[in-house]
C-alpha cells in the first residue's frame, strides 16, 4: 500500500537532490566559458556583458563578486608560475616583466574564493602601478614571499594555494580589440622553505 508512493517519494528526492547538486557542483568548477589565458595569467572579458554564458552570470551572482564593464577594466588571475607549479605560500616568487597598458593597475595575493590574503600589520600586501618602482624602459620586478625583500615587495603569508589578481582599470584590453599582443608579467619560482 505504501510501496508506490515510496518508490515516486525517493525517485523525486533523486531526481531533485541530484538536480541540485550537479547545478552547485558545475558553479563550483567553472566560471565559465570564454577564458583568455596569456602567459599563465587568466580573465574573462565577456564576463561582465550582456552575451556572458549562464554558467558566468550564476558565479558571479553566487560570489557577489562586483564586475567592470567593458571600457573599465579587466580582472587577471594567475595560479601558477611560469613553469606550471601552484603557487604557494612556503615559496618564493618573482614577478617581472610589464603590465599592458593601464590608466592604473593593482595587484594582490588572494585565496581560491578571491578574498585577499591577510598577513598581519604594517606589510605589504598590495601594488599598483602609481608605487611600484621601475627600471628605465618600463619594466619592474616584483619579489613575493613571506620573508621582507628589497625593493617591490609583496608579503603572502606562510599558507598553502593562493592566486595572484591583477586588475587593469581603463585599459583597452578590456575591449575585444585589445585582447591581442597582450604582453603580462612572468611570475617565476626563486625558492621554497626560505
Known sequence: MFRVPLIVATALIIAFGGGILSALSMLNASVGFGA?????WRA???????????????????????????????????????????????????MRGRTPTARLWTLYAAD?????LNTGAELPVAKNSQT???????????????TARA???LAIPDTGAFQLVLTL???PAAASTG????????????????
Open 36 to 40: 583568455i589565458e596569456v602567459a599563465g
Open 44 to 94: 574573462f572579458p565577456a564576463a561582465q556583458t550582456a552575451s556572458a554564458d549562464p554558467y558566468a552570470k550564476a558565479h558571479r551572482a553566487k560570489g557577489g563578486r562586483l564586475l567592470y564593464g567593458s571600457a573599465e577594466g579587466l580582472q587577471f588571475t594567475a595560479a601558477r608560475d611560469a613553469e606550471g607549479l601552484t603557487l604557494t605560500g612556503t615559496c618564493s616568487y618573482r
Open 112 to 116: 581560491a574564493d578571491g578574498k585577499p
Open 132 to 146: 611600484v618602482l621601475r627600471r628605465r624602459d618600463g619594466s619592474f620586478d616584483i619579489e613575493i614571499s613571506r
Open 151 to 153: 625593493g617591490n615587495w
Open 169 to 171: 582599470l581603463d585599459t
Open 179 to 194: 585582447l591581442s599582443g597582450l604582453a603580462m608579467p612572468v611570475i617565476e619560482q626563486i625558492g621554497c622553505g626560505q
